[in-house]
């Protein structure tokens, strides 16, 4: 089972029409097909994918994208909230499950993998279940260290030197340190394996309790870890997955914020990418386009008008006609008019950059045409009164958006 309704308020406005993990990610993916790629590389076919929040886009994603063998009994289906045990929709993690247990008693499985459907990174999932068999767990909670500075925003756990969990600190401000380690916290990835029956009786004891959120973190593992039941830690950086180098071993990343979300991307495009995209014994799948191949045109260098890209990803159906991209991620469709310089920024599908504009730490969502002559990420305060600008900076443009510059059509007019 896969958690995917969460709202993404941090990743805004990103999020404005659709779920976080529908968020385009490394120009032709959208932030779910990780998990799934781990699930089905790993043989496991048999998914749920519990939706809440604007879930359109990342369903049909899903039902037009991710179709497996019924014959063979594979399946990945969405369930969207459908309020089954009372009135109100899913509460947290674990009331999203509890809501939707009749999937679980339909398949009789002897365990449940629930994993969340936003974070970044690669994990042979078989390994993960074969250490909470081995443990003989009742649950089994992915762990990675994490800087002490940044665990505040994750589940923080105490262990045993056999990896017991001894304690369960869902996003304190002071959490405790691993031992020998005052700079690190052991952090929850949001990835657990549950026996079922334990998972059915502890769902169906939280779900009536007033004073409960309702979420794994929070509530279950915490409540399961102070009556002693055996929940233990898996070390996520001894999981190797195939073809993967020992350089990219536990890499994670949770991309809850924009900027997040942008240093994952320009991870993407390293000489030697940490995430790497292309290992071939262990692809990251997604759905099929119609779309031609990229193209490069002009090399006009005496003018400066020149087709190229450096340290960059460029999706199928891209025209590079003339501008400049440097250290950039360009999704499907997207067109760089002559002249016009791209770097360091994210463009989601169909993005055309007009004639001597000049972009910097930008992420543009589909559909938007920058006018000719713009320049964007150069002049913070100027793009504040035009453009949503986080607090380090970086410009956020929201899907179609028209962005309105009379002036610069006009120089482009006359020339």
Not at 34 to 50: D, E, H, Q, T
Not at 70 to 86: K, M, V, Y
Not at 200 to 212: I, K
Not at 264 to 273: G, K, N, R, S, V
Request: charge should be negative; glycine fraction near 8%; charged fraction near 25%.
């Amino acid at each position: 089972m896969i958690l995917a309704g969460g709202e993404g308020k941090r990743l805004y406005p990103l999020t404005v029409d659709r779920a976080k993990p529908a968020v385009p990610f490394g120009g032709r993916y959208r932030i779910i097909d990780i998990v799934l790629s781990n699930f089905v590389n790993s043989g496991l076919a048999k998914i749920k994918i519990l939706t809440q929040y604007k879930s359109a886009s990342l369903e049909e994603h899903i039902a037009r994208t991710w179709r497996l063998a019924p014959i063979l009994d594979q399946f990945i289906e969405a369930i969207p909230a459908q309020q089954r045990t009372g009135l109100s929709w899913y509460r947290g993690s674990a009331d999203a499950v509890f809501q939707c247990q009749h999937v679980i008693a339909d398949e009789r499985p002897e365990i449940v993998v629930i994993f969340g459907g936003d974070h970044i990174y690669k994990m042979d999932v078989r390994q993960m279940i074969a250490a909470h068999m081995e443990t003989d767990a009742a649950a089994t909670v992915a762990a990675i260290p994490v800087p002490k500075a940044q665990a505040s925003d994750f589940g923080v756990l105490e262990v045993d030197p056999l990896g017991k969990v001894v304690a369960f600190h869902e996003k304190v401000a002071d959490p405790p340190s691993m031992p020998g380690r005052p700079d690190m916290c052991l952090a929850s990835m949001g990835n657990y394996i549950f026996r079922t029956d334990v998972l059915l009786r502890e769902l169906n004891q939280d779900a009536p309790l007033d004073g409960s959120k309702h979420d794994f973190g929070h509530d279950i593992l915490p409540r399961m870890v102070r009556e002693g039941q055996g929940v233990f830690a898996y070390d996520f950086a001894t999981n190797q997955v195939p073809g993967e180098d020992e350089r990219g071993r536990g890499y994670w990343r949770d991309i809850g914020t924009i900027e997040a979300y942008w240093e994952a991307q320009m991870d993407l495009i390293e000489i030697h990418p940490l995430f790497n995209l292309y290992n071939q014994a262990w692809p990251i799948r997604t759905g099929a386009t119609h779309d031609p191949p990229a193209k490069f045109v002009f090399r006009d260098e005496v003018h400066a008008r020149v087709g190229i890209a450096t340290d960059s990803l460029v999706s199928h159906g891209c025209i590079i006609s003339g501008g400049r991209i440097h250290r950039s991620v360009l999704s499907v469709g997207c067109r760089i008019n002559s002249f016009s310089e791209v770097e360091e920024s994210v463009l989601f599908e169909r993005v055309r950059i007009g004639r001597h504009a000049r972009i910097r730490r930008c992420v543009i969502d589909k559909d938007v045409e920058i006018p000719s002559g713009t320049e964007i990420g150069f002049d913070v305060e100027a793009d504040r009164k035009r453009f949503f600008v986080t607090k380090k900076g970086f410009v956020i443009i929201p899907k179609r958006a028209k962005i309105d510059d009379e002036a610069h059509l006009e120089e482009e007019h006359e020339a």
